[in-house]
Nanobody, 124 residues
Framework: QVQLVESGGGLVQAGGSLRLSCAASGRTFSSGAMAWFRQAPGKEREFVCAIAWSGGRTKYADSVKGRFTISRDNAKNTVYLQMNSLKPEDTAVYYC?????????????????WGQGTQVTVSS
């Protein structure tokens, strides 16, 4: 049973930074991909970024390019999301997700496992 546990959310002022973590357990990820999604109230879940476990290829949504950075620590089975220059529109519940494919896909349906989410609130 794969489990993904997010941490690091919180309240921050606009322009500030936060780092989210996603610890994976239940299997050793040496292939496949990990991603971050977010969902604001009344909106659909949207792709933020993804990273391949092997090789470290990344993909970002246009809305976060240049501000967010995804990284992974294979030894710790952990993925990170460094969020800088945060804006009020970044406010959402952020979810970690894992896929068995190495292709970095954006639809939520492409991902097999999900964390419980962590709230990020950016005040203006």
């Amino acid at each position: 049973q794969v489990q993904l546990v997010e941490s690091g959310g919180g309240l921050v002022q606009a322009g500030g930074s936060l780092r989210l973590s996603c610890a994976a357990s239940g299997r050793t990820f040496s292939s496949g991909a990990m991603a971050w999604f977010r969902q604001a109230p009344g909106k659909e879940r949207e792709f933020v970024c993804a990273i391949a476990w092997s090789g470290g290829r990344t993909k970002y949504a246009d809305s976060v390019k240049g501000r967010f950075t995804i990284s992974r620590d294979n030894a710790k089975n952990t993925v990170y999301l460094q969020m800088n220059s945060l804006k009020p529109e970044d406010t959402a519940v952020y979810y970690c997700a894992a896929a068995n494919t190495i292709v970095l896909l954006t639809p939520p349906t492409a991902y097999d496992y999900w964390g419980q989410g962590t709230q990020v609130t950016v005040s203006s």
